[in-house]
């Protein structure tokens, strides 16, 4: 009753294009670990993380300590007109953890906000308003960074401030090369990379953007070989390369930053989600030459929040007390592992991801074509079954599965065990109810 009359007034008073999970929506009241408690009166295994930003979970006592350390001193904001100590000391971690040469930090408060300052710096230092991105990608709501996101659904707009190419992805299947080798798709794709360069963009373009796992799109990584690939391509025509690690930073793919899986070191690196553990947080850590490029005064006034740097500073201290990188790789490998195992249904097209950023794809078993109502069913039995799980994918017939970097092997087990439980619940290709706009999203 309370729960469809909040309902009723989220659809009244908030716009249609906020996508809700679930038949009836969930509302989250507390949680500690990985469990959370619903309005429902439910308590639920969370391998959704509030969308890869819880990154140690519920109710964790070294993040309320320094929160309320902060609190304590009556400052929650002063502006960036002013010494901020939690800024600089969180910014003089991230630069030493960015892997960048001579790096310089600049924070805002939504990886939107950040992929925007990248794309800022990028064109202003490159005098370019061209930009590569990769077929599928999502990097954000704001006006440049919707431009550069590949993936019709959420491109809401038309106009655009950017010109932008779209390169490949790291999906082999879309694109007809399903049948390459890692090494030989590299290559393809670097030829592309080429031709888009010559044929379809100004002589100057200032940047390719890239997600080195792709989250949005259904936890799609890039094939090994393919950065270093583009890499290789961008350096001969000094474009830049910004690394969007909003959903791949601080240890969700195994290693501290995504890239690291690759042979590469960006120019630009853009972060969120994980780093504040709730407390909106982003920014842009790159190299100086590009980071001072710009001529005039540029502040964010929330940007570097002291109480969200107090979490962030906080949280890191926890990811690497506790090595959460590797910790995140070993619990990654058993959930593809027992995913693997118990998921033999032919409707299964595809358990893929790095690390802790996974996603299990549904296809119809006879076509192979996307099966969006079974991937939206089985999202629902996951949640009767007590576990909460995302939906998504380039092509919507995706769970996606990120649970806090602090899961256990336990909870790893009992996810992949009602994983499998709902998909036997739901058959494929029967009885398949129409979809809600809302899940298109
Ligand atoms: C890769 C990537 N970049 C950018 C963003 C935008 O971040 P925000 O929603 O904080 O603006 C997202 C959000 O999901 C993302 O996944």
Request: aromatic share 8%; with cysteine; glycine share 10%.
């Amino acid at each position: 009753m309370e729960i469809s009359d909040l309902m009723d007034r989220h659809r009244a008073v908030l716009p249609p294009w906020v996508p809700l999970f679930y038949d009836e929506p969930l509302e989250i009241e507390s949680g500690s670990g990985r469990m959370v408690r619903g309005a429902d009166g439910r308590d639920y295994l969370d391998f959704y993380a509030g969308v890869a930003v819880n990154t140690l979970g519920y109710d964790v006592p070294e993040i309320r300590e320094a929160v309320e350390r902060k609190m304590r001193t009556g400052i929650v904001h002063s502006s960036t007109f002013y010494l901020v100590r939690e800024q600089i000391d969180l910014a003089e971690r991230i630069a030493a953890a960015s892997g960048i040469d001579d790096p310089v930090v600049f924070f805002t408060t939504s990886g939107s906000d950040a992929v925007e300052t990248a794309l800022l710096l990028a064109t202003q230092y490159r005098r370019s308003q061209q930009v590569i991105a990769l077929r599928y990608a999502y990097h954000g709501r704001s006006f440049g960074a919707l431009s550069v996101t590949g993936d019709r659904a959420w491109q809401a707009q038309g106009f655009t401030p950017l010109r932008v190419a779209y390169a490949r992805s790291g999906d082999k299947r879309n694109g007809g090369l399903a049948g390459l080798d890692d090494a030989a798709y590299a290559e393809a794709c670097a030829e592309d990379l080429r031709e888009i360069i010559a044929t379809g963009t100004p002589e100057r373009t200032a940047a390719m953007l890239v997600e080195p796992v792709q989250g949005v799109a259904g936890a799609v990584p890039l094939v090994p070989g393919q950065l270093r690939a583009y890499a290789d391509v961008l350096e001969q025509h000094d474009i830049l390369l910004i690394a969007d690690e909003v959903q791949t930073g601080w240890g969700r793919t195994g290693r501290y930053w995504g890239y690291q899986w690759h042979d590469v070191t960006p120019d630009l690196l853009v972060f969120a989600k994980g780093v504040g553990s709730g407390f909106p947080l982003g920014g842009v850590v790159g190299r100086r030459e590009v980071m001072t490029s710009l001529p005039g005064a540029s502040v964010s006034t929330f940007g570097g929040n002291p109480l969200a740097c107090a979490a962030a500073l906080a949280t890191l201290d926890y990811v690497d007390a506790h090595d959460l990188p590797a910790h995140a790789l070993t619990m990654g490998r058993l959930l593809r592992e027992t995913l693997d195992t118990k998921l033999k249904d032919p409707g299964v097209g595809h358990v893929r991801g790095t690390g802790l950023l996974m996603a299990v794809e549904f296809v119809d078993p006879l076509s192979r074509e996307p099966d969006v109502s079974r991937a939206l069913r089985v999202q629902e039995r996951c949640r009767h079954r007590g576990l909460l799980v995302g939906l998504g994918g380039a092509f919507k017939n995706c769970l996606r599965i990120m649970p806090p970097l602090t899961v256990t092997a336990a909870e790893v087990r009992q996810a992949a065990g009602i994983i499998a439980a709902a998909v036997d619940d739901v058959p494929g290709g029967e009885g398949a109810p129409a979809l809600p706009t809302s899940s298109l999203n």
